[in-house]
């Protein structure tokens, strides 16, 4: 798939130094930055450490320890399809390997998955589900901001849209508890991202749709200025 070697130091920088890619207007706020923790820079250290050749990181070695189960490495090479560090950009590839590892509850993946919705699919009430399991995945630090964020989503639609999100982000755990469960049990068998590539977190996330979420909202008006309204971030002001 890939025959690509990048130089270990760029590497580090930039799957290290992540920031996001997507477009910044968004229909609600979102953190300006994400802050890799000590623990999860250490462990991507380690991995990179871990898929060298010769002194070099090898994209190669990564990929198949992807394959193997490690959401760190799925992470790595995510990233480096996302940022085209040492290979030409690739977003699809990297949307997968990114939703394989937050299917694994890998929290900075968990985070570029709430991204994705709230940026690049303009999905925020579904953005707010992947925003609390980066939290509860070991991100407290958005504690604040999540609850902040759907307290105004309280005023805008009935209280129970709120209660909804949580109750899907709870089903959410509980798939990638019984995911982490199968790759364990199966781990010498097959090729655990053969599974996560079928069976990874968002999918089914199609059926939340603007109308699935209608019923919540307190009026149809508000329903379509908020779907359907202002773009580049005007709509959160404006409705508050």
């Not at 953190?31 to 050749?53: A, G, M, Y």
């Not at 992807?66 to 949307?95: D, E, H, T």
């Not at 209660?163 to 790759?183: G, S």
């Amino acid at each position: 798939m890939f025959k690509f070697i990048l130089i270990c130091t760029t590497a580090l920088m930039t799957i290290l130094g992540f920031s996001s890619v997507y477009p910044k207007e968004a229909r609600v706020n979102i953190p300006k930055e994400f802050q890799l923790s000590k623990v999860e820079k250490r462990d991507i250290e380690k991995c990179l450490k871990k898929v060298k050749t010769k002194g070099v990181f090898d994209l190669n070695k990564a990929l198949e320890e992807a394959s193997n189960g490690n959401p760190i490495a799925m992470y790595i090479v995510g990233q480096s399809c996302l940022i085209g560090a040492g290979i030409s950009i690739n977003r699809n590839a990297a949307n997968l390997y990114l939703k394989m590892a937050a299917s694994l509850g890998y929290a900075p993946a968990l985070y570029q998955i709430f991204q994705i919705y709230a940026l690049e699919k303009q999905d925020p009430l579904l953005a707010f589900v992947y925003l609390n399991l980066t939290i509860s995945y070991g991100h407290g630090e958005y504690i604040d901001f999540y609850y902040q964020e759907t307290e105004w989503l309280s005023k805008l639609t009935e209280p129970a849209i709120v209660k909804e999100i949580e109750r899907i982000a709870l089903e959410k755990d509980a798939k990638i508890l019984k995911l982490r469960t199968e790759i364990k049990k199966h781990k010498n068998t097959f090729k655990p991202a053969t599974m996560l590539v079928g069976q990874n977190l968002t999918m089914g996330d199609v059926i939340y749709s603007e109308k699935y979420w209608k019923k919540f909202f307190k009026s149809e008006e508000k329903w379509n200025r908020f779907f359907f309204g202002e773009k580049e971030g005007q709509l959160h002001n404006k409705l508050r």
